[in-house]
């Protein structure tokens, strides 16, 4: 049963994970009305970055609609007690970066490395703490690797200075039973919070979460809508309501959240840009493909006239992973060449 005692934050990510969905073109005008109504929901932490997080905005992550420093000051004022978090991936992002949001005024610095590069991070987590913010670390692709190596990259970041560690399944390859083995590993070992982030490409974002809050996780992620990479995120407003259902004390109003969904949100949505469980997301998690990979595969498969679920599953089966979008291409025209030649033989 769920520990009534525990409060649990909820980190939106609608303004930075749901930026994939819509290929990072939220305006900073369109990011304030969003950000108003999360703070207006109350929710706890709201996140603001480019989807591949600060400095992701270049032609092999995709260009935003406006540079980091746009967004932040278009943000910040509409938060009053909801705290603002940014991104950073080392080798993506730089200390300059870095020294811009705290200028702008953020709270909070998730940094992100590959499950198995928690060392390159060191440095990083000195210079967030060191300028006075919350250091969040994100260990991407936690189902690449069994619990035992996420817990010793886990230890890495604590040592280095991380006020909490995540869990991501950045692929929403995980069942629920893999989310509770990592997280319950990394809660019973580590002296600091530990955190899940879920997708949703096997339909699990919001059980995964659940899992992931009874073997201890105090701090999870969601967007409205599900918005995010891939077939989407846990939906933030179906998260609320279902902790509250379960008798968790969360500080996000159900129904206020529920309004930034569909009222603020959903009009500026395509049925392109929606979330939806198709058949290539599904491939995602099946395959156990880092979730930005989806649109970028489409539009090379696209392309090459290949489905996208054959490219995917061979992405898979290499084990790729984030920072690697450029072997999508390499794989389609591999295909392509593979299937030229068999034509060529058959006649």
């Known amino acids: 049963m769920p520990m009534t005692e525990r409060d649990v934050r909820l980190v939106d990510m609608t303004l930075r994970d749901g930026m994939h969905a819509v290929d990072h073109q939220f305006t900073p005008e369109q990011m304030a009305d969003i950000a108003s109504a999360l703070d207006d929901s109350r929710m706890d932490v709201v996140e603001v970055s480019h989807g591949d997080g600060m400095g992701g905005s270049s032609i092999n992550y995709g260009f935003s609609a406006a540079d980091t420093s746009e967004y932040l000051e278009a943000v910040v004022p509409e938060l009053t007690d909801t705290e603002l978090s940014v991104l950073m991936l080392p080798g993506i992002g730089t200390v300059e970066e870095i020294d811009l949001a705290v200028d702008r005024g953020a709270d909070i610095c998730r940094i992100a490395t590959h499950v198995t590069e928690a060392d390159v991070s060191a440095e990083h987590f000195e210079f967030v703490t060191d300028r006075g ?20 990259q886990a230890k890495l970041m604590e ?28 809660a019973d070992e580590l002296s600091i919070d530990v955190g ?69 949100l959903v009009p500026m949505l395509t049925e392109e840009t929606m979330p939806e469980l198709d058949n290539d997301s599904l491939v995602l998690g099946y395959a156990g493909v880092y979730s930005s990979f989806l649109r970028h595969t489409r539009r090379v498969g696209e392309k090459f006239d290949l489905d996208p679920r054959e490219i995917l599953v061979e992405l898979g089966e290499m084990g790729v992973v984030g920072g ?19 034509a060529e033989a058959d006649d």
Not at 222 to 235: D, K
Not at 330 to 335: G, N
């Open 133 to 152: 913010l919350e250091a969040n670390g994100l260990l991407m692709l936690s189902h690449m690797e069994p619990p035992e190596k996420v817990l010793e």
């Open 196 to 264: 899940f982030h879920a997708h949703n490409n096997l339909g699990l974002g919001i059980g995964n979460t659940l899992a992931g809050i009874e073997a201890g996780a105090t701090t999870v992620d969601g967007c409205l809508r599900g918005l995010g990479a891939g077939s989407g995120n846990a939906q933030m407003e179906v998260l609320v309501g279902t902790l509250e259902k379960a008798g968790y004390d969360v500080t996000p109003d159900f129904f206020s959240t529920m309004d930034a969904a569909e009222d603020v």
């Open 159 to 186: 040592e280095y200075g991380a006020d909490a560690v995540y869990v991501m399944d950045s692929a929403g390859a995980m069942l629920p039973e893999d989310v509770r083995e990592r997280v319950g590993l990394l």
């Open 324 to 342: 690697q979008e450029d072997m999508i291409t390499d794989v389609a025209a591999s295909i392509a060449e593979e299937r030229a030649d068999e």
